[in-house]
């Protein structure tokens, strides 16, 4: 068995440098209209629309941590900083105990509606403007295919919610 390391090929490490210059400046890019528009992290934007999209714009706190593919206590976090805002709140799960609900105020979903429209410009911006409708599908099936590769599904997988 050879223990030598699968070096990354010249072209391999082009494309892994311009896939973290792009990662990283497409974050920061959205971070700061969101900072600037409604005084929320991207991430914290992404719970919201979360909650907006579920029934009753309310989810398991464990199921919105699994969505955001965040830690649990990264989550509280976050729930904790929005419940200061005004825009979520928590409910204590009836079936069980330890559960808690994650839910949406009203106060949260026009924060939500006021800030989507300038949020998908920036998106529309930074990433579907300067690409080809083939591009655009190639890029969403790469994606997937390396999200799916990085979700075991198998009991025990050391994933972000399950810490």
């Not at 593919?69 to 990264?74: A, L």
């Not at 839910?103 to 990433?127: M, N, S």
Request: aromatic share 6%; net charge neutral; hydrophobic share 35%.
């Amino acid at each position: 068995m050879n223990d030598e390391p699968r070096w990354l090929t010249a072209e391999e490490q082009l494309v892994w440098r311009s896939y973290i210059e792009a990662a990283t400046l497409l974050e920061d890019h959205l971070d700061r209209q969101l900072q600037r528009d409604a005084g929320m992290p991207h991430v914290y934007y992404g719970l919201l629309v979360k909650l907006a999209e579920s029934p009753r714009r309310r989810l398991r706190m464990t199921e919105l941590a699994k969505y955001a593919k965040i830690t649990r206590s990264r989550l509280s976090h976050a729930v904790a900083r929005l419940e200061k805002n005004g825009w979520v709140r928590r409910e204590d799960c009836p079936s069980d105990k330890r559960g808690q609900f994650a839910i949406l105020t009203d106060e949260g979903y026009e924060v939500l509606r006021r800030t989507a429209p300038g949020h998908v410009d920036a998106v529309r911006q930074a990433v579907f403007d300067r690409l080809t409708p083939e591009q655009q599908k190639s890029l969403g099936e790469i994606m997937r295919i390396v999200a799916e590769g990085l979700q075991p599904s198998e009991a025990g997988a050391d994933l972000p919610w399950l810490r």
